[in-house]
């Protein structure tokens, strides 16, 4: 492909439904086989906020985008929302952070993408699970997200107030089975001191 406008890439983007691109999507969405040709064109959609950077070589599509979860996800591949806004948004945690806090079995790192901070967390593979899609995004169910912050906290990454909470939601049984999938005595400790 020759040259694209930057109104038609919008309309064949639109079109896609897709949430995020690489440069190399983007070269197969639109046929294009030189670099130079590819850069002009990816610089002309970020130009028109068509496109946003949110990592190195991924782009959002603003437009199918719904929410802050949804950039989470795509800015750290694999995770999922947990910790405080998971904890936030299953109305556990009564205020909403403002860092959005994701879970992966990457190395831990901070971000910031249009004002928002975004936090991920490393967990081991063997613990990343108990997570679902909800609404486009993956966030940990109600238990899980807990059971994060708990860990984490029992590791002495994170600092958890057990008074702020409003636990009565959440399922006791579902908390002890998975919490009896963790192998690690302080974090036995925190959850045996839990009062549900």
């Known amino acids: 492909m020759a040259s694209v406008s930057a ?3 919008q309309n064949i983007l639109k079109e896609s439904n897709l949430k ?11 046929d294009i086989s030189k670099e130079n040709t590819l850069h002009k064109l ?29 950039i989470a ?10 910790l405080e806004s998971a904890l936030s948004f299953y109305g556990i ?8 806090t994701s879970i992966t079995p990457l190395k831990s790192c901070k971000t910031d993408f249009k004002g928002k901070e ?8 063997s613990l990343f699970w108990g997570f679902e899609k909800k609404d ?11 059971i994060d912050t708990l860990y984490l906290a029992s590791k002495g990454l994170r600092k958890i107030d057990l008074d702020e909470l409003t636990l009565s939601s959440l399922n006791k049984e579902k908390i002890s089975r998975l919490a009896g999938l963790i192998n690690f005595m302080p974090f036995q400790k925190r959850i045996k001191r839990l009062k549900i």
């Open 20 to 30: 995020s691109v690489t440069r190399a999507d983007m070269a197969k969405l639109f």
């Open 73 to 82: 996800n795509i800015i750290t591949t694999p995770s999922y929302v947990s």
């Open 118 to 125: 975004f936090e991920f967390n490393h967990i081991s593979e």
């Open 42 to 70: 990816m610089l002309r959609l970020e130009k028109y906020g068509i496109l946003s950077r949110v990592a190195k070589g991924k782009y959002i599509f603003p437009e199918n985008i719904r929410n802050d979860f949804e």
């Open 136 to 146: 486009g995004f993956l966030i940990a169910s109600a238990e899980k997200a807990l």
């Open 7 to 9: 109104l038609k890439a």
């Open 93 to 100: 945690l009564p205020q909403f952070p403002y860092i959005i």
